[in-house]
């Protein structure tokens, strides 16, 4: 049960003046942590102001500089109403010791004009200078208050991310009376780290935030912010640990068979393996064979060829007479798992099965039999495999691909479903160490680092849409030449069928250009028609696909050699680089094409940039939380690290490591959360919305 200190917290926004169903509406959409709940108080408050705006500058008429924002007190001067029905702006001059200023409205309204600014009178006006032919002017500025009301204005006003139909009016009102509900909660940080940081406690360090008192309050350094952000680490750190130490305890099984059959794998594949692929299969090899259960990371850029190593470990407790299964995140990805291990298992007697969300009732319940009996050794699938009912007669390993979107929820799911369930998880995307740790907590971790033998660098050129023509020009000669080209249209999810029109467009477009068939791939499809086009790019029966972002993770046709991404402005970095990873897989070189439509942002020149320059995945990594990290918005969904509101992992990655020591630190020596800090602790995971892992302590 939460505890009821935080009820406050937890109530609906709508509770909040200025704020109706509709703004409420707009706020959970915008804020709320759980989309299925009203954004709370609490998902209010850790919205933090990205600036702040100092009121106090008041350099006077003559010495405000071109774009700056200041204070100025005035006397009225006169009234300039431009001619009636005409379209001049309204104005109005004022003047201080040093000089005199232009107030400029649009759009105006006289009388209310004449009402705020009294010929003769003081006023306290604020908002942005502009000089324009030497003399300064202000456009509608933001404050306008006789002498008496100037306390009205915040000395210095915090400015939040908005989003559309949200003012900051309103958002500042509802914020303040945000504020006064905060209720003084148990402190839950360690005294001693907390007295040492010179951190606040929670209620002023939310407060502050708000009502910031100096520029540097709102800064990364500050210390209302690290709170926070300590917090927030804090919590998920805290929940991971939980439920590690929760699949830890539900114990593993010691599987060290002799190895015959993961030997039979490796001797089985067309090539040798990389040396990092052997090290990682060795790190698998030892937890499995130890009595704790095995939750590892596989860490390697696309195209390093981590199928191989979970077919060689899934391999090792087939052995042992226990099953397997492999999840991928999608239908196209699973089917193309299924594909391509379908060889290998044939000749070495692994029983191979595939179960997906499409199959229809008669197939999914023979594969169950089949699951139920022992009759089958390795099952791939999609998450429908750890929906509902399906049940194992022994499971021993997951093995989770390229996913780092899965969460707490989906591996206590897997736990579920057998004794001592080992895990393994898969990741393309390059995630730099303290991602891993957001994402995955305390996992151990196996890397990829070095490629398969033979591996053509891929070219990569950026090229403005303006050249479409001659760009398809050359794809056709590169296709006549025996050349197999991937066509990438970005997806974006607000107009789903605008973007169908487009791919559909651009397919029929290039099969009227290239005169040839060509595939078509996008989420709209069924599982089939898409498998049908796939298959049919894969034999070289078409030579050029065309897809929305559906092919992004994980598709491998080795002999395609060119990588056409249309709007490559629109993408991110990490996504740029996975989709160029399913070229440069053969022994021909390959290319990849940004297609842009210019102007470019200075962040998406950036990008493509980078692109251009590096094929190194944790290079990448990097840049892209700087481009993100730097760029964006503090504190929004839409900031550096994924999940989190406050921390950001440019500023708070020392934070990071911090938490994950306290978090474990934590749980030996109260591992029920039962003492005094624990029980504040507890109020923590319920705050930052970790609260399914307070779960695990009574199930445990
Ligand atoms: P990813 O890590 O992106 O999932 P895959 O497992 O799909 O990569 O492997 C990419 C391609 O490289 C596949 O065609 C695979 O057969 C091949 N491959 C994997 N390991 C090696 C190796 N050691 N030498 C040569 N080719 C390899
Ligand atoms: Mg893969």
């Known amino acids: ?90 104005r109005i001059t004022a003047f201080d010791d040093t000089g005199s200023i232009t107030f400029v409205f649009f759009h105006p309204r006289r009388d209310w004009l004449e009402k705020m600014f009294p010929v003769g009178e003081r006023r306290i006006v604020s908002g942005k200078v502009e000089w324009f032919n030497e003399r300064p002017q202000m456009v509608h500025p933001d404050y306008v ?56 406690d929670f209620a002023e360090a939310v407060t502050v935030l708000h009502q910031p008192n100096e520029q540097q309050d709102i800064s990364a350094e500050s210390v209302y912010l690290q709170r926070l952000a300590y917090d927030e680490l804090l919590a998920s750190q805290l929940a991971l640990a939980l439920v590690r130490t929760n699949m830890r305890q539900l114990g593993g099984l010691v599987r060290a068979p002799s190895g015959t059959l993961q030997n039979k794998v490796i001797s089985a594949l067309p090539f040798t393996l990389t040396s990092s692929q052997s090290a990682a299969i060795d790190d698998i090899n030892k937890d499995l064979a130890e009595p704790t259960r095995m939750l590892r990371l596989l860490q390697g850029d696309v195209g390093s060829g981590k199928t191989v190593v979970a077919l060689a470990a899934l391999a090792q407790v087939i052995e042992t007479g226990a099953q397997g299964a492999l999840m991928a995140p999608t239908e196209i990805l699973a089917r193309q798992h299924f594909a391509s291990m379908s060889p290998i298992c ?32 390795l099952v791939v699938g999609t998450h429908a495999l750890f929906q509902g009912k399906v049940t194992f007669k022994d499971l021993a390993l997951v093995v989770v691909d390229e996913q780092h979107r899965f969460g707490v929820h989906q591996r206590l799911a897997l736990s579920s479903k057998g004794k001592g369930v ?64 991937y066509w990438v249209c970005p997806l974006v999810e607000e107009s789903e069928k605008i973007d169908l029109a487009a791919v559909e467009d ?62 490559a402005e629109r993408f991110g970095l990490a996504q740029l680089h996975q989709l160029r990873g399913r070229v440069g897989r053969g022994d021909k070189p390959s290319s990849c094409v940004l297609l842009y439509k210019g102007p470019l942002g200075e962040t998406a020149g950036a990008r493509l940039n980078i692109m251009r320059q590096t094929n190194d995945g944790f290079l990448i990594a990097e840049e892209d939380l700087k481009l993100r990290g730097g760029g964006e918005i503090l504190g929004t969904r839409q900031s550096g690290m994924p999940g989190f509101r406050i921390a950001r ?48 302590l009574r199930a445990g």
């Open 422 to 485: 080992d895990v393994l998880v898969m990741t393309a995307t390059p995630i730099p160490r303290t991602l891993v740790l957001t994402c995955f907590g305390d996992m151990d971790v196996s890397r990829l680092t070095d490629k398969p033998a033979g591996r053509k660098p891929i070219t990569t050129v950026s090229v403005s849409l303006d050249r479409l023509e001659e760009t398809i020009g050359r794809i056709g000669s590169a296709v006549a030449e025996g050349q197999k080209v």
């Open 506 to 567: 651009r397919h029929r477009v290039l099969e009227q250009a290239l005169r040839q068939r060509i595939s078509l791939v996008h989420g709209r499809m069924s599982a089939d028609e898409k498998d049908a086009a796939m298959q049919a790019f894969k034999s070289g029966e078409t030579r050029v696909l065309v897809a929305t972002t559906v092919i992004e993770v994980g598709v491998d046709v080795p002999d395609a050699t060119i990588m056409v991404i249309e709007h």
């Open 1 to 90: 049960m939460r505890p009821s200190v935080l009820d406050p917290l937890f109530a609906s926004v709508s509770t909040l003046p200025g704020i109706g169903p509709k703004i409420a509406k707009l706020l959970t959409t915008f804020l709320s942590s759980q989309p299925d709940r009203e954004a709370s108080v609490a998902d209010l408050l850790f919205h933090i102001p990205h600036s702040v705006i100092d009121r106090r500058h008041r350099p006077g008429i003559a010495y405000s500089e071109n774009g700056d924002i200041v204070t100025l007190d005035v006397t009225v001067d006169r009234h300039q109403p431009g001619p009636r029905g005409g379209k001049a702006p309204y």
């Open 649 to 696: 992992a440019e500023d708070h990655a020392d934070l990071m490591e911090v938490a994950r020591d306290d978090a474990r630190l934590i749980l030996e020596t109260d591992p029920e959360l039962k003492s005094e800090r624990g029980k504040a602790l507890r109020c923590l995971l319920y705050l930052f919305g970790r609260d399914e892992a307070i779960r695990l």
């Open 346 to 377: 044939e000749k070495i007697g692994i029983r191979l099965a595939l179960l997906t969300g499409k199959d229809t009732a008669k197939e999914r319940r023979l594969t169950q039999e089949k699951l139920d009996a022992g009759e089958i050794d």
């Open 145 to 200: 208050l006789a002498p008496e009301e100037a306390d009205a204005m915040p000395p210095l006003e915090p400015i939040y991310p908005l989003t559309a139909g949200l003012s900051p009016k309103t958002l500042q009102k509802a914020m303040v009376t945000a504020l006064s509900r905060l209720p003084q909660l148990p402190e839950w940080l360690n005294e001693a780290h907390q007295t040492q940081n010179h951190w606040p």
